[in-house]
C-alpha cells in the first residue's frame, strides 16, 4: 500500500503491526526534503550565514565529523541571546516558504496519520 504518490510501498505485515500498536517511526530530516527544508547539515550552514557568523575551529572540527548538534550548541554559547536566538533562527530555517504547496506537507501528514496509535497518541521519533 502506498500512502502518498510515488512514495515507498508500505508491507502489509508492518501495517497489521502498526494495528497492534507495535510500530513506532523514526524520521530523519530527509522527510521535509520536498518542502524545500534543508537536512541537518544545510540547517546549520543557514544558522551561521543568517548570524553573519564563521565556525570557530572547534565548530569546523564538530561539522566536519557530522555533530551538527554539538555545532548548533557551541553557536548557542557565544551568540548574544544563547539559546532562545538561535532556537528561533531555527525554527525560521525550518518554516516551509509556501506550506499551502501539496508537496511541502503530503509526506509530514502521511507520517502524522501512520504515526496514530488508536488511541489518538503519535508514535514518532524525529531526529
Known amino acids: 500500500m502506498q500512502f502518498i504518490q510515488n512514495g515507498p510501498d508500505i508491507p502489509d505485515r508492518l501495517l497489521q503491526a502498526h494495528e497492534e ?18 537536512g541537518f547539515q544545510g540547517l546549520v550552514s543557514k544558522l551561521y550565514d543568517s548570524f553573519t557568523t564563521s ?30 536566538v538561535v532556537r528561533q533562527a ?21 507520517l502524522i496519520g501512520l504515526s496514530r496509535s488508536k488511541d489518538g497518541r503519535h508514535r514518532l521519533i524525529e531526529f
Open 55 to 84: 565556525p570557530t575551529a572547534v565548530e569546523k572540527a564538530a561539522i566536519k565529523n557530522g555533530q551538527f548538534d554539538t555545532a548548533i550548541g557551541l553557536l548557542e554559547s557565544r551568540i548574544t541571546g544563547g539559546r532562545e
Open 21 to 38: 500498536g507495535k510500530v513506532v517511526f523514526f524520521c530523519g530530516a530527509g522527510i521535509s526534503y520536498p518542502a524545500g527544508l534543508p
Open 90 to 110: 531555527v525554527a525560521d530555517i525550518l518554516t516551509p516558504t509556501d506550506p499551502t504547496n501539496p508537496k511541502a506537507t503530503a509526506t509530514h501528514r502521511a
